[in-house]
Nanobody, 119 residues
């Protein structure tokens, strides 16, 4: 079984920063793509940033230049550094990882962490 545990959410004023962490644990052979998604009530979950095992990244247009995704493969951990936060960044942030336990990668999700940006 694989678990993703997130931390680092909270309340911050506009213009502030937060750093989210997500650690994967369990019977892990390899982790391929890792990413962060976010969701607000009444809207679909959207992709914020992804990073490959080799470090290639991709971002939602609205967070480019403000958010940075990184990972520590030795620790099976992915991070999201969020700077210059805006009220519209308020959402529940979810970690996702494509984890190879035996042969094929399976998608796992964290429990979500609330990020609230006040104006």
């Amino acid at each position: 079984q694989v678990q993703l545990v997130e931390s680092g959410g909270g309340l911050v004023q506009a213009g502030g920063s937060l750093r989210l962490s997500c650690a994967a644990s369990g019977s892990i052979l390899r982790i391929d793509l890792m990413g962060w998604y976010r969701q607000v009530p009444g809207k679909q979950r959207e992709l914020v940033a992804v990073i490959s095992s080799g470090g290639t990244t991709n971002y939602l247009d609205s967070v480019k230049g403000r958010f940075t995704i990184s990972r520590d493969n030795a620790k099976n951990t992915v991070y999201l550094q969020m700077n210059s936060l805006k009220p519209e960044d308020t959402a529940v942030y979810y970690c996702n990882a494509n984890v190879v336990v035996r042969i094929v990668p399976l998608s796992y999700w964290g429990q979500g962490t609330q990020v609230t940006v006040s104006s």
